[in-house]
């Protein structure tokens, strides 16, 4: 096996969520089954593959059933709120794929595994939580519910109040030597979902969850680096990483090396809320010994990899 031809794709969250219309079941799958399109090529081009996913709306959505089912039913920890959605998603995902390739005569097995992600407890990040998750509330609501419920709460823009988590950065995926033996026998892997479910070992060497959550694009990197996956594919909502981004000198970037695309990320071209962790995980990825990072749309995956759209990083 080439290690070239092994790719982790990570999907975005419109893979599956779609802005335009209610964010139902029904809904999720026919998304799910339009986003395949990329993947199936991948396949056919003799890819051997894992697929991660994120997982905000739908961890939101988990958040918002906790909230409601308080005193009736036993409140959920986030970590279990993220494995519910891995679980939850992976099925979707493995459903829908399993059906497709039955349709295109491709007989490979799809498995979705459940996937932990160590990080370091003492990571600064757990100490100064930055992530909004869960709904909107009046600054009177949150502070209540950071006396009553130990969250920490900021005001999110003009929007309102949220709970804030930490978001650690992955050191590696507990169950990586499975998953490179599965996707070394052909198996196709979905992994990470949502990020993975953050854990530590805590002093007797058992692992232990953590309320935080763990950027998709940061744990597809390092899942990629663990089973010795070649190309890291980010399948988002545009086309191609751009510099100057909304303003007139707006321009796409094509291939590139680490150094050049670091010297734009240091001028400030990716933003922290939108493409800064995108490029943040590919150069760690590349640093690593990866060879390739495509970041681009969700039917364009197999083009970006032969460099006939979005954007390609390579080592230097």
Request: charged content about 25%.
């Amino acid at each position: 096996m080439t290690p070239i031809k092994t790719a982790v794709v990570a999907l975005g969250g419109n893979a599956i969520t779609g802005s335009d219309r209610e964010d139902t079941i029904a809904n999720q799958f026919t998304n799910t089954r339009k986003s395949l399109d990329g993947i199936v090529e991948l396949i056919r081009d003799d890819y051997n593959l894992v697929i991660s996913h994120g997982n905000g709306p739908q961890v939101g959505n988990a958040l918002f059933r906790v909230e409601l089912a308080r005193s009736k039913a036993p409140v959920l920890p986030l970590g279990v709120c993220v494995a519910d959605t891995e679980g939850g998603m992976g099925y979707m995902i493995e459903q829908s794929l399993q059906n497709r390739l039955r349709r295109e005569g491709i007989d490979l097995p799809v498995v979705t595994i459940i996937t932990q992600m160590l990080v370091d407890p003492d990571d600064p990040a757990i100490a100064d939580p930055t992530k909004f998750i869960g709904q909107f509330y009046i600054e009177e609501k949150a502070r209540s519910f950071e006396k009553d419920r130990g969250w920490t709460v900021k005001q999110d823009a003009d929007r309102g109040w949220r709970r804030v988590v930490a978001s650690p950065i992955p050191i590696r995926a507990v169950e990586a030597p499975t998953i490179k033996k599965l996707v070394e026998s052909g198996t196709i892997v979905i992994a990470a979902g949502g990020g993975g479910i953050p854990v530590y070992y805590d002093e007797n060497g058992d692992l232990e969850g953590l309320d935080a959550v763990i950027d998709k694009d940061f744990a597809s990197a390092v899942l990629a680096r663990e089973i010795g996956a070649g190309i890291l594919c980010i399948l988002t909502s545009v086309d191609a990483v751009v510099t100057a981004y909304g303003t007139p000198d707006e321009k796409p970037v094509g291939r590139c090396t680490l150094s050049e695309i670091r010297k734009l990320f240091d001028e400030g071209h990716f933003p922290a809320g939108s493409m800064g962790p995108k490029i943040e995980a590919s150069m760690r990825f590349i640093e690593n010994g990866g060879e390739m990072v495509t970041i681009t749309s969700l039917g364009n995956a197999s083009k970006a990899l032969r460099g006939e759209a979005g954007t390609q990083i390579v080592p230097d």
